[in-house]
């Protein structure tokens, strides 16, 4: 099995800024892509940026210049770093990956969730 636990979450005034941190642990061969999804209340969760194992970023549009994700691979780890908080980006961010297990067997797992605030 294999465990992802994120932290960093907050509250903030708008403009300023957060820095998530998602680690996973477990029987882990490798990751592929690792991701962040924001799910606002009352709303769907919805994919907010994704990086693959050669570190490539792909983001939303409405994070773009915004938001960086990164990873390190040799700690199993992917980071979100947040600048310019909105009030609509307060909601529960998780951490999602896709992880290939010494047996080979390649499966996705979600974290937890941490929950931001952005107040106005």
């Known amino acids: 099995q294999v465990q992802l636990v994120e932290s960093g979450g907050g509250s903030v005034q708008a403009g300023g800024s957060l820095r998530l941190s998602c680690s996973a642990s477990?029987?882990?061969?490798?990751?592929?892509?690792m991701a962040w999804y924001h799910q606002a209340p009352g709303k769907q969760r919805e994919l907010v940026a994704s990086i693959s194992s050669s570190g490539k970023g792909n983001y939303a549009d409405s994070v773009k210049g915004r938001f960086t994700i990164s990873r390190d691979n040799a700690r199993n780890t992917v980071y979100l770093q947040m600048n310019s908080l909105k009030p609509e980006d307060t909601g529960v961010y998780y951490c999602n990956a896709d992880v290939k297990s010494p047996s080979g067997n390649l499966a996705n797992y979600w974290g937890q969730g941490t929950q931001v605030t952005v107040s106005s």
């Open positions: 477990g029987r882990i061969l490798y990751i592929n892509t």
